[in-house]
């Protein structure tokens, strides 16, 4: 059964770049059968679609968010990453890593990973 | 503003059969996209419930339905158990290119 974790810093100051990885177990990042997404949710709010890593690097992002997000691949590490720069507190939230069959839905997620945007 | 539109909060005892609606536009459900539903219980990520609008992942309860008409789509739950109470969330896409969610349900059970 496939397992998503995702790491990284969980303070980021204002206007640096948040950067977190979602580590895959019991599948290939590389398959050309799932869609790898990131969603995030504020304390206390909903679920916001990040974007989807794809098959030999393709990408889609929310428009909202698209000037600041960059997804990747590390296919030695089988790990998925992802880019926010120029944070604010609005970026504050915790971060999901989730896997897909299809770009518009998630059937495996990881636990999230909470990032605060503090000074 | 979600461009999904759900009701904040829904309430049953147990036993009781309740609906959370999700509202869309022609852009998004009016436009044939599936529905999703996920739920979410207290501190978890959320899980998968329903997909493609009516179809259950192996494991969810047959007491979890799904169905759409139009630009609407709703999540009915039947025999309702303290263990349903959590948040749930509709995912549509919409023409925008972007995956979109509802703002979320969150579901009493009295």
């Known amino acids: 059964q496939v397992q998503l974790q995702e790491s990284g810093p969980g303070l980021v100051k204002p206007s640096e770049t948040l950067s977190l990885t979602c580590t895959v177990s019991g599948g290939l990042v590389t398959s050309s059968a799932y869609f790898w997404s990131w969603i995030r949710q504020p304390p206390g709010k909903g679920l916001e679609w990040i974007g989807y890593f794809y098959y030999r690097g393709r990408t889609n992002y929310n428009p909202s968010l698209k000037s600041r997000v960059t997804m990747s691949e590390d296919t030695s590490k089988n790990q998925i990453s992802l880019k926010l720069s120029s944070v604010t507190a609005a970026d504050t939230a915790v971060y999901y890593c989730?896997?897909?069959?299809?770009?518009?839905?998630?059937?495996?997620w990881g636990q999230g990973t909470l990032v605060t945007v503090s000074s | 503003q979600s461009v999904l539109t759900q009701p904040p909060s829904v309430s049953g005892a147990p036993g009781q059969r309740v609906t959370i609606s999700c509202t869309g536009s022609?852009?998004?459900?009016?436009?044939?996209?599936?529905v999703h539903w996920y739920q979410q219980l207290p501190g978890t990520a959320p899980k998968l419930l329903i997909y493609?609008?009516?179809k259950r992942p192996s494991g969810v309860p047959d007491r979890f339905s799904g169905s759409k008409s139009g630009t609407s789509a709703s999540l009915a739950i039947t025999g309702l158990q303290a263990e349903d109470e959590a948040d749930y969330y509709c995912?549509?896409?919409?023409?925008?290119?972007?995956?979109?969610f509802g703002g979320g349900t969150k579901l009493t059970v009295l």
């Open positions: 022609s852009s998004n459900i009016g436009a044939a996209y599936d």
């Open positions: 995912q549509s896409y919409d023409s925008s290119l972007s995956v979109v």
């Open positions: 989730a896997r897909g069959p299809r770009t518009d839905y998630a059937d495996y």
């Open positions: 493609a609008n009516t």
